[in-house]
């Protein structure tokens, strides 16, 4: 597992509009915390997910502290991101400094997120 490689790939997945369900593991002990959400469980992760992708869009995520410590099996990573996007039921545009962290196991040789946060400093 390539962890760094793996945690661009999502970004780049996020910013292309393309399904995020594939980088989380299934389980119950699964958890991701968006800046206004907190998502418990494999498939309420996807869904969550989901929901997001047909809601959003013009993604950009500008990545400026990538930092991966990788141990094969496991990874567990830190960043700071300037992230935007535009809701589209809204019809409103958002932008925040966000801090993200998380961990990834790996799975048949591809790193899965079993955690993540992502969070700001700044109300919304």
């Known amino acids: 597992m390539d962890a760094e490689a793996r945690i661009r790939e999502y970004y780049d997945t996020l910013e292309a509009g393309d399904s995020l369900g594939p980088f989380f593991a299934d389980g119950n002990g699964i958890v991701k915390f968006g800046i206004s959400e907190r998502l418990s469980g494999g ?3 996807r869904q ?3 929901e997001q ?10 990545s400026r502290a990538l930092r991966v410590n990788d141990r094969g099996c496991h990874a567990w990573f830190s960043d700071s991101v300037v992230l935007s996007w535009r809701d589209i039921e809204e019809e409103t545009r958002h ?3 966000t801090r993200w962290s998380g961990t990834l196991e790996s ?3 591809e790193g899965v997120f079993v955690g993540m946060h992502v969070s700001t400093a700044r109300s919304f």
């Open 43 to 45: 498939e309420a992760v």
């Open 48 to 50: 969550g997910l989901r």
């Open 53 to 62: 992708t047909e809601r959003t869009d013009d993604w950009n995520v500008d």
């Open 95 to 97: 932008s925040f400094e």
């Open 107 to 109: 799975t048949d040789g």
